[in-house]
T-cell receptor, first 112, second 112 residues
């Protein structure tokens, strides 16, 4: 079962920051937080991942709370092309927990 | 680098037939994972191959099988197709040590 909880849907105005929350209160010390998104039945696209420190790349920023029980994905300037389902996933990098376990995700709609 | 490629992109079969789907990973990636996505069950892990060996397996019946070749290309086979096998089948590859999975565009299978 997925170990994360995300709101089913969110709206964001184009050009504004989109902040997508994720709860993972049972995360283990060796588990990473990964974010993917899927645009209308295309293959999921990797966005970012982190263990305990905040991370930033060209697509987004990932903020992980100090107790690691929740995180927020930030798209700094959302565009219409960012409309997608966003998945927050926790996974270990070894053993049977290596695979990605997808939950229901958050449907982000960017409004013009 | 070219991304993950999957062939065919679309497929229509009838109940009882079998089907083989192909996945070519990103160059240098040695791990290939397969996922099934349906509207009812979401994205579910099928199996993972690394260096021609199945390393991890999801909770699917034995009708679903796979293999990996020495060049890391992978195939999955579904025998005795059922209507419920209609789905988007996704392949993802990852590099040793980095473990981030990158997805292909998927093969959409329709079973009539």
């Amino acid at each position: 079962d997925a170990k994360t909880t995300q709101p089913p849907s969110m709206d964001c105005a184009e050009g504004r920051a989109a902040n997508l929350p994720c709860n993972h209160s049972t995360i283990s010390g060796n588990e990473y937080v990964y974010w993917y998104r899927q645009i209308h039945s295309q293959g999921p696209q990797y966005i970012i991942h982190g263990l305990k420190n905040n991370e930033t790349n060209e697509m987004a920023s990932l903020i992980i709370t100090e107790d690691r029980k929740s995180s927020t994905l930030i798209l700094p300037h959302a565009t219409l092309r960012d409309t997608a389902v966003y998945y927050c996933i926790v996974r270990a990098l070894s053993g049977s927990a290596r695979q990605l376990t997808f939950g229901s995700g958050t449907q982000l709609t960017v409004l013009p | 680098k070219a991304g993950v490629t999957q062939t065919p992109r679309y497929l229509i079969k009838t109940r009882g037939q079998q089907v083989t789907l192909s996945c070519s990973p990103i160059s240098g990636h040695r791990s290939v994972s397969w996922y099934q996505q349906t509207p009812g069950q979401g994205l579910q892990f099928l199996f993972e191959y690394f260096s021609e060996t199945q390393r991890n397996k999801g909770n699917f019946p034995g009708r679903f099988s796979g293999r990996q070749f020495s060049n890391s290309r992978s195939e999955m086979n579904v025998s005795t197709l059922e209507l419920g096998d209609s789905a988007l089948y996704l392949c993802a590859s990852s590099a040793p040590g980095l473990e981030t999975q990158y997805f292909g565009p998927g093969t959409r299978l329709l079973v009539l």
